[in-house]
């Protein structure tokens, strides 16, 4: 099983300001990357997949990078409705996520 | 615009199975390019794949997980299914349904999740 790894588990920041998240995979994954955005009580909503290609809808604030093992979610400029949890998915090998990083007002 | 809703019980006893149904409005189960699948968070384990199945019929299941779970795909109902056979407090989560653009794939629509708690 691919192990899926994201930091920090926690991350403050200021609105207006630039966010970075990280997801580790414990193997290659190529670009089989997706990035969820969840927010309480709702279902997980899909921002990135294809390591850097924005879903339907998601604003261009939201940019993906990385392959192979390393991946990046970069929020440019953090808008009140953007603090929510993120989650990294791979489905290179079947499919595992990694534990949440949760985007908090700092 | 696809919608997807899950339906069963929110509560099962300890040993039993649990039952998931997913209704899918707005457009057709039917497509080869899809598969449906169903994902299950808790707690302790985050966000875990439970298992995928095509139209028709093609299984794919979490390696943890399938000697307990079964999924079918109902297309004159527009609705697909999950069971998981001798389910313990470990099975309490909040349980999605969501749609794959293939067999292994991100999922770009989702359930509203529900809840079930295994208990006496």
Partial sequence: ?106 | QLQLQESGPGLVKPSETLSLTCTVSGGSISSSSYFWGWIRQSPGKGLEWIGSISYSGSTHYNPSLKSRVTTSVDASKTQFSLKLSSVTAADTAVYYCARLLGIRSFFDYWGQGTLVTVSS
């Fill in chain 1, 1 to 106: 099983e691919i192990v899926m790894t994201q930091s920090p588990a926690t991350l403050s920041v200021s609105p207006g300001e630039r966010a970075t998240l990280s997801c580790r995979a414990s193997q290659s994954v190529s670009s089989n990357l997706a990035w969820y955005q969840q927010k309480p009580g709702q279902a997980p909503r899909l921002l990135i997949f294809g390591a850097s290609t924005r879903a339907t809808g998601i604003p261009a604030r939201f940019s993906g990078s990385g392959s192979g093992t390393e991946f990046t979610l970069t929020i440019s400029s953090l808008q009140s409705e953007d603090f929510a949890v993120y989650y990294c998915q791979q489905y290179n090998n079947w499919s595992t996520f990694g534990q949440g990083t949760k985007l908090e007002i700092k």
